[in-house]
């Protein structure tokens, strides 16, 4: 009778331990609701960059974002970027940019975005200047938090290569 008992007792844990580790399972998988959340943010960012919106771009970065690009030097807080788009919102031209992929990870707190963005600026002789390239963002969620863009980065297109000459015909 002791044995069966203590066999009870065994078994009894292991079907405690098994319950209660289901019932704790994985989080919940949020990443389509994420992505569908990055999507509409991004867009909205977009917009108010267009609209030269500092705050409002602002109001989407981490206090700690990073950014760094071609032609501007590396900011490492949220104040230090609001400087930089306030110098470069001051000049003409507009900004806009389209999502190509997000990508969410499983844990419901880090994601990426990188798509193509197009900068379109007056020159000096009044000609529009077209630059276009990649850019990539990395959205952090904190928990009990919203998503905010912490690494924004872009790399413009190269210039497109002179047309290759014919050969000349020896004819």
């Known amino acids: 009778m002791k044995r069966s008992f203590g066999w009870v007792l065994v078994f009894t844990a292991i079907a405690a331990l098994s319950v209660e580790g289901c019932g704790s399972g994985a989080p919940k998988d949020t990443r389509a609701e994420d992505e569908a ?7 909205n960012v977009s917009e108010a960059a267009r609209t030269k919106d500092v705050d409002k771009v602002a109001s989407f970065y981490a206090d700690d974002a990073l ?14 970027m ?8 001051s000049a ?13 990870a499983r844990s ?9 963005y197009r900068f379109t600026t007056t020159e000096k002789d009044g000609k529009s200047k077209t630059q276009t390239g990649n850019y990539l963002l990395v959205w952090r969620k904190p928990p009990g938090g919203d998503w905010k863009i912490a690494v924004d980065t872009d790399s413009e297109d190269p210039p497109l290569a002179p047309p290759t000459p014919l050969p000349l015909s020896t004819k």
């Not at 950014?67 to 230090?80: G, H, I, M």
Request: no cysteine.
């Open 37 to 43: 959340t990055i999507r509409a943010y991004s867009a």
């Open 108 to 116: 419901g707190d880090l994601a990426y975005e990188h798509g193509r």
């Open 67 to 80: 950014a760094f690009s071609n032609y501007s030097a590396t900011t490492t807080t949220k104040e230090a």
């Open 82 to 89: 609001r400087a930089d788009m306030r110098k470069s919102f």
């Open 92 to 104: 003409p031209g507009t900004i806009s940019w389209k999502t190509s992929a997000i990508e969410v």
